[in-house]
């Protein structure tokens, strides 16, 4: 009989891989204007407007292009950190200024430069949570490597995510390691825990 982490694992794959089936599924123009609702949602926040430091990530694939906000924010006066995977699935933050300071990870996705200024995680005060599922409640399902619910343990600012709606779901399996998210925002709805 399988241990109870392996079940849950192997729960999160089948869930994870059905998400990634229906995502592919949006063509360009959909996932445009699924971006252009959530980025409004997005900046529209209250949250959003009390914070001086952002912490946000590079989507990749059927991810929304959140590399789009990074001079949106600027132009709000909002300083912005982008996470830097570091082995044994640890993450840092490093402030960003210039989009020409990105290098690409080998997992594909961009990430600040090593020489930009590193960023302490409370000196962000809203951290945006890449998934590629959530619910209502703020449960998130990762891309499985672990890199956020390790980053996220003991923060106490703001977490948000953007859903797509396709990408919402009633529950998901959750570990005890399993960091939740204060805001869901999808094209049409926003869900708060705070």
Known sequence: ????????????????????????QLSP???????????ARF????????VHRVLLYCGMKTEPDTLRLLPLLWAMGKETALPRCLPGHGMEARLVRDVQALVR???????????????????????????????????????????????LAGYSGVTAALCRETALLDSIPAGPYDQPVSLVLTENRCWSRL
């Open 1 to 24: 009989m399988p241990s109870t982490i392996t079940a849950l694992s192997e729960q999160k794959a089948a869930l994870r891989a059905a998400v990634r089936a229906r995502l592919a």
């Open 105 to 151: 990870h080998p997992y594909g996705m961009l990430e600040p430069a090593p020489t930009l200024p590193l960023v302490q995680r409370d000196s962000c005060q809203l951290i945006l949570v890449p998934g590629v599922a959530f619910t209502p409640a703020g449960q998130r399902l990762g891309q499985g490597g672990g890199y956020y619910d390790r980053y």
């Open 43 to 50: 900046l529209a926040l209250p949250a959003l407007e009390k």
């Open 29 to 39: 123009g959909e996932r445009r204007a699924s971006d252009e609702a959530l980025f």
